[in-house]
């Protein structure tokens, strides 16, 4: 049923929320969508509709629609909606209502325009959570691949940056002409960052995104997608990465420099891209001579981020966690770097600013050690935003603590 709304055509889309087993009606739910984008949303579907589709198993009418097999939806038109429909429909939301895992969903879809005869198609796919209510003016169903970009009023280059390292690498190089978001709030834990409206949009009018890939934030990589203007920063030759996919690079300044060229060559901005490789040429010779003559060589983190770093200096990582900083330690590895930790007499477990030092704090009291924070640089914490901290002067603190910990003279 279509109608206005805040002056804008919307169409209603209901939604019969099925139990997985029985396919019986639980509850019906209603809301306003904004029509332009679920009329693009039905083009596509007639584009895409496969007469060897999906099996007409669970296929039943919806209040008055009946199922049409002409036109069942095959597979790459569920992984369509997937891509560019569910970042929308995710998790968290004041405005979404969460299911129970298993629920099925059948979304039966009135047009109200001849758009598509009868206007009815039923999308039979398992959904973790569902609904949104899209403000119709303002939000577009697209990201990379289900839209198009454009350049603000501002005339600047707009740039996507998965978080920190890479938000601030564009920024030096691209400088005024550039106008860069970085997705991760200061303050927050990249890994596990949602996908939101505003990043879907952001995704929508981006001429450039830089993500580091390999599934160090997952949800923003599914929400991206790809394409010529989404950039995977972990595929950039010579990194060397380490078999046990450690994202980890941009502490070491060397291979944190093929990452800067990288974008360097994607802004087309190689001049400002060699004055930031100079620095971090210049910052690499301050880590050799201040980590040359140490009276140790093991560095106690909490979290494992630090192997570049240590390969790169003969220093020898002992990690309480793994790779996630969210991670908790099985007793057994806790125990295990309990005993490392005094057999090699390090004087210090280290932990991060924008995770729990809880573990630390518990390896430390166990053997009598101090903590101190080695920070793995994901993001700013607020304060030191408003420090005017950066990547540099955060990789310098970390140099002295390491000298400290380390007994370097």
């Not at 596509?44 to 509709?49: K, P």
Request: charged residues 20%; proline residues 5%.
């Amino acid at each position: 049923m279509g109608g206005r709304l805040a002056g804008e055509p919307f169409v209603q889309v209901a939604i019969e929320l099925d139990d997985a087993m029985t396919f019986g009606a639980d509850e019906m739910m209603v809301v306003a969508v904004a029509a332009e984008p679920v009329a693009g949303l039905a083009r596509m579907m007639v584009e895409l509709v496969d007469d060897a589709a999906f099996a007409e198993r669970g296929e039943r009418s919806v209040h008055g629609c009946k199922p049409d097999p002409a036109v069942a939806l095959p597979k790459r038109l569920v992984d369509f909606l997937r891509r560019c429909v569910l970042p929308l429909l995710g998790e968290g939301g004041e405005h979404r209502q969460a299911l129970a895992r298993g629920a099925e969903a059948l979304l039966c879809q009135k047009l109200g325009w001849a758009l598509v005869h009868h206007a009815c198609r039923i999308v039979h796919m398992r959904l973790r959570t569902i609904l949104i209510m899209v403000a119709a003016a303002s939000v577009a169903l697209a990201v990379s691949g289900c839209g198009s970009s454009s350049n603000g009023s501002s005339g600047k280059e707009r740039v996507v940056a998965a978080f920190y390292p890479i938000a601030f690498a564009a920024e030096q190089i691209g400088g005024s002409r550039v106008e860069v978001r970085n997705l991760t709030p200061a303050g927050a834990e990249p890994h596990d960052l949602e996908v939101t409206p505003s990043n879907l949009e952001a995704f929508r009018s981006a001429d450039l995104v830089l993500l580091l890939g390999h599934g160090f934030q997952p949800q923003i990589e599914r929400a991206a997608g790809s394409g010529e203007r989404v950039v995977l920063l972990l595929d950039t030759p010579g990194l060397n990465r380490f078999a046990n996919n450690d994202p980890h690079v941009w502490l070491d300044p060397l291979r944190y420099a093929l990452i800067v060229r990288r974008i360097g060559n994607a802004l087309h901005a190689s001049e400002a891209a060699a004055r930031l490789l100079a620095r971090l040429q210049a910052l690499d010779r301050e880590y050799r001579r201040g980590l040359a003559h140490c009276a140790r060589h093991e560095i106690v983190t909490s979290h494992e981020a630090f192997a570049y770093l240590g390969q790169r200096y003969g220093l020898r990582q002992i990690a309480v966690e793994g790779l996630s900083p969210e991670a908790e330690p099985t007793p057994q590895k806790l125990a295990s770097a309990i005993a490392l930790v005094r057999k090699t007499h390090a004087t210090t477990v280290f932990f991060e600013t924008l995770v729990s030092p809880r573990i630390a704090e518990t390896v430390a009291r166990d053997t009598g050690r101090k903590t101190a924070v080695l920070d793995p640089i994901e993001g700013l914490t607020p304060a030191a935003q408003d420090r005017g901290e950066d990547y540099f002067s955060v990789m310098r603190s970390n140099l002295a603590a390491l000298r400290q910990a380390l007994g370097c003279r």
